[in-house]
């Protein structure tokens, strides 16, 4: 119900996009979101946006780089990544949930779609 695509290899500095198509349920009570997980960390929480509203929530060391939007028209997220870091890299998933956006515990999402590699080289 979720596919996320978009990942790849950069350089330091570069910017991706990222997308994550929804399907097969109507996710407009929804909170969707991006998290991910390098080798050998946990799943963390990146950023997510409510479906209705598009109130959006970010951890503090994406601020001012990452942007999350919705087209509801697509039934697709996007999570614009730019000035990428090396400590960016990771396997990106997006997910969706009922409760709120303020809640950033991975164990609240209950639909994940498949991740997508991101690598940053320095």
């Given at each position: ?5 978009g990942g ?22 929804y ?33 001012g ?27 990106y ?22 991740g ?7």
């Amino acid at each position: 119900q979720l596919q996320a695509s978009g990942g790849g290899l950069v350089q330091a500095g570069a910017s991706l996009r990222l997308s994550c198509a929804a399907s097969g349920r109507i996710f407009s009570r929804y909170a969707l979101g991006w998290f991910r997980q390098a080798p050998g960390k946990e799943r963390e929480f990146v950023a997510a946006i409510t479906w209705t509203g598009g109130i959006t929530k970010y951890r503090d060391s994406v601020k001012g780089r990452f942007t999350i939007s919705r087209d509801t028209a697509k039934s697709t997220i996007y999570l614009q990544m730019n000035s990428l870091k090396p400590e960016d890299t990771a396997v990106y998933y997006c997910a969706a949930k009922g409760g709120s956006i303020q809640v950033v515990d991975v164990r609240t999402y209950v639909y994940w779609g498949q991740g997508t590699q991101v690598t940053v080289s320095s």
